[in-house]
């Protein structure tokens, strides 16, 4: 079953603005990590955040997770062009050793 | 360069034509993983490696085999691919496990089964 779900499917936004994705997952997890794909080619991780974490830091990026809710949401403030990209979270399952990715966000960056 | 390779990165085959998709990684990096994509199913794991000569399932392992004999080495192998199997296969690999550490992945294997 999928674990992780996100949301919206796709967003469009204006350069300069601030865009948040949304991740919600089914069961406990050990850790999250958000990943971003452009066109076609490998994904590049770009955070990973642990359960007992409940925000983290990378440049212009913001992870929240909220356990309680089972969800967590990625920020990317004052955004570019180039962060025109699909963006997934990736989560496990306790006691899994298996990776569930989620369908992704389709985010473009209108100049 | 710290990298995955794939080979090939694209591939044209038929029906029942066993093939093979290798992935080599240079970072000394103990887990390996592959993993397909499908318009609107995201990313799904085929199998992976904790280490050498250890291999688990994933969520999608049905016609896929795989082979762990060496640590760089993380070989995907159709033995009778099918037209469902036409996908966008990526090879990974991490220090520790595919959630407790960051995954490097390769550019993408692009395979059409007529």
């Known amino acids: 079953s999928q674990q992780g779900e996100e949301d919206p499917q796709a967003l469009s936004i204006q350069e300069g603005e601030n865009a948040t994705m949304n991740c919600s997952y089914k069961t406990s997890i050990n850790n999250l990590q958000w990943y971003r794909q452009n066109s076609g080619r490998g994904l590049v991780h770009l955070i990973l955040i642990r359960s007992n974490e409940r925000e983290k830091h990378s440049g212009r990026l913001r992870v929240t997770l909220d356990t309680s809710k089972k969800s967590s949401s990625l920020l990317i403030t004052a955004s570019r062009a180039a962060d025109t990209a699909s963006y997934f979270c990736?989560?496990?399952?306790?006691?899994?050793?298996?990776?569930?990715f989620g369908k992704g966000t389709r985010l473009h960056i209108l100049p | 360069e710290a990298q995955v390779t794939q080979n090939p990165r694209y591939l044209i085959t038929v029906t029942g034509k066993k093939l093979t998709v290798t992935c080599s990684q240079n970072m000394n990096h103990e887990y390996m993983s592959w993993y397909r994509q499908d318009p609107g199913l995201g990313l799904r794991q085929i199998y992976y490696?904790?280490?050498?000569?250890?291999?688990d399932k994933g969520d999608v392992p049905e016609g896929y085999k795989v082979s762990r004999k060496e640590k760089r080495n993380f070989p995907l192998i159709l033995e009778s691919p099918s037209p469902n199997q036409t996908s966008l296969y990526f090879c990974a690999s991490s220090f520790l496990g595919a959630l407790t550490d960051t995954q490097y992945f390769g550019p993408g294997t692009r395979l059409t089964v007529l």
């Open positions: 490696s904790m280490n050498v000569e250890v291999t």
């Open positions: 990736a989560t496990d399952a306790r006691g899994d050793d298996k990776i569930i």
